[in-house]
């Protein structure tokens, strides 16, 4: 009995990805109108049968987008308004827009979600870390892919990034321009590249003006829970002038325990958080943060989406969002 030939068997004629045939065969953008006609040669030599109406009434009716994060980015705040501007990106631009989350299981078993496996989508947003094993094998589905506010050396495709190197660079200036200069950090680099880069900002805006930080203000290896916070910043001889937190949260936690132990902020201590979430404001007194524009990251996302389909042989390319300083009450000049 003769083998049924499916779309892997033209991809591998050609030497081609899967989803360049199904791009071609479907009548879709993404391959040049040379590639096409070679793949619609083939595929009729071949003998593969496909639904031609059912293909170009899906191409008249635009684009679907594909849209996945882990449970975990979902249940976020802040991941959440990017989704919500993602979804408005969508419906402006008339794409489709298939939203999958993926759970702890799928992403230690590398389960990819049904429209990714079917090549039902024209595109692919991913939102936020999941494991780099699990998006290696979404990227090696051929699928255009950009990646948002995540991005790793082994991850080669498209990224929209926070620069966060820069802006947190630009928060300790802030503190050193207030004449702060025993500044210690919190937060836990392990968790993200963000969040490692904010480190590194750190570290830069210390160098510049020749100052070396006290190796027991250092905690960039501690979990994002409360009662891990308190009992770091109570362990120690003597507080900072000033904190500079990875996120939001580790700055709210660092106010309430520096409250705790007796301390006014920012008379006694200064704090600095990152990223202008819900925390920033709840606080008391409102911390001091760097605003990153969700909205931006969305609309980015979508343009350079498009741009991947329409050019899929260009050099992957990473861009970096600039952040904004919101000057609150946790900040004041150091007091002699």
């Not at 040669?41 to 008249?60: F, N, P, V």
């Not at 506010?149 to 082994?154: A, C, E, K, S, T």
């Amino acid at each position: 009995m003769r083998k049924k030939v499916v779309m892997q068997d033209i991809a591998d004629r050609l030497s081609i990805s899967k989803n360049s045939v199904s791009q071609a065969l479907s009548g879709k953008d993404g391959v040049s109108e040379e590639t096409r006609r070679k793949i619609i040669e083939t595929a009729e030599a071949m003998g593969y049968r496909y639904a031609k109406k059912q293909a170009d009434d899906e191409h008249r009716h635009g684009k679907t987008f594909g849209l996945i994060a882990s449970d975990f980015a979902f249940s976020m705040k802040f991941f959440g308004e990017i989704y919500l501007s993602i979804e408005r990106e969508a419906q402006n631009h008339g794409i489709r827009l298939l939203i999958q989350s993926i759970t702890p299981d799928m992403r230690d078993r590398l389960v990819l979600p049904s429209f990714i496996e079917d090549n039902q989508v024209d595109g692919l947003l991913i939102l936020s870390h999941i494991s780099t094993a699990f998006i290696e094998k979404v990227i090696a589905q051929g699928i255009p892919t950009v990646l948002i506010d995540h991005h790793h050396p082994l991850l080669r495709t498209d990224a929209v990034l926070t620069n966060n190197r820069f802006g947190a660079y630009t928060a300790v200036k802030h503190l050193l321009d207030l004449g702060h200069r025993d500044i210690g950090i919190l937060g836990n680099v392990d968790i993200s590249p963000s969040y490692q880069e904010r480190w590194e900002g750190y570290m830069l805006a210390l160098r510049e003006h020749r100052i070396e930080p006290r190796e027991d203000h250092l905690h960039v290896h501690t979990l994002e829970e409360e009662t891990l916070v308190a009992n770091a910043l109570r362990v120690m001889d003597d507080q900072p002038d000033a904190w500079f937190c990875l996120n939001d949260g580790f700055a709210f936690y660092v106010c309430s325990e520096l409250r705790n132990l007796g301390l006014r902020i920012p008379e006694d201590v200064s704090v600095c958080g990152f990223d202008n979430t819900h925390f920033s404001q709840m606080a008391t007194p409102k911390i001091t943060t760097m605003e990153i524009d969700l909205h931006l990251f969305a609309h980015k996302a979508f343009v350079q989406l498009l741009w991947r389909i329409d050019h899929p042989d260009e050099v992957y390319q990473e861009i970096l969002l600039p952040t904004n300083l919101i000057r609150r009450e946790s900040t004041a000049a150091r007091q002699a």
